[in-house]
């Protein structure tokens, strides 16, 4: 059964930098879509980004809200999905989800679209 596992939460000040790994085991994850989503207290799960699996070429996306601060990566050996995040803001305070989809491989962005979801990882971040 296709498992995956956050890590890399924690507490960061503004303008900090954090990198959350997703540990994917039990499904064929070099040609799966791995994304990242998030939630905050009080509001609902948000698409943040997305690495697409092998055909696809890798390709990636990004809410336009952490283009340019954040940046999506995988390890295909090692099963391992990254989410690099630099210059956090106190709003993006949130659980961070990683996900992955077995039907998609491309940058898809919508929840419906991922099968399997890890349990979350708490980022906060400090003014």
């Known amino acids: 059964q296709m498992q995956l596992v956050e890590s890399g939460g924690g507490l960061v000040q503004a303008g900090g930098s954090l990198r959350l790994s997703c540990a994917a085991s039990g499904g064929t994850f070099g040609s799966d879509a791995l994304g990242w989503f998030r939630q905050a207290s009080g509001r609902e799960r948000e698409f943040v980004a997305v690495i697409g699996g092998n055909w696809s070429g890798r390709t990636t996306a990004y809410a336009d809200s952490v283009k340019g601060r954040f940046t999506v990566s995988r390890d295909n050996a090692k099963n391992t999905a990254y989410l690099q995040m630099d210059n956090l803001k106190p709003e993006e305070t949130a659980v961070y989800y990683c996900?992955?989809?077995?039907?998609?491989?491309?940058?898809?962005?919508?929840?419906?679209?991922?099968?399997?979801w890890g349990q979350g990882t708490q980022v906060t971040v400090s003014s």
């Open positions: 996900a992955e989809s077995t039907k998609y491989a491309g940058a898809v962005n919508l929840e419906w679209q991922y099968g399997y």
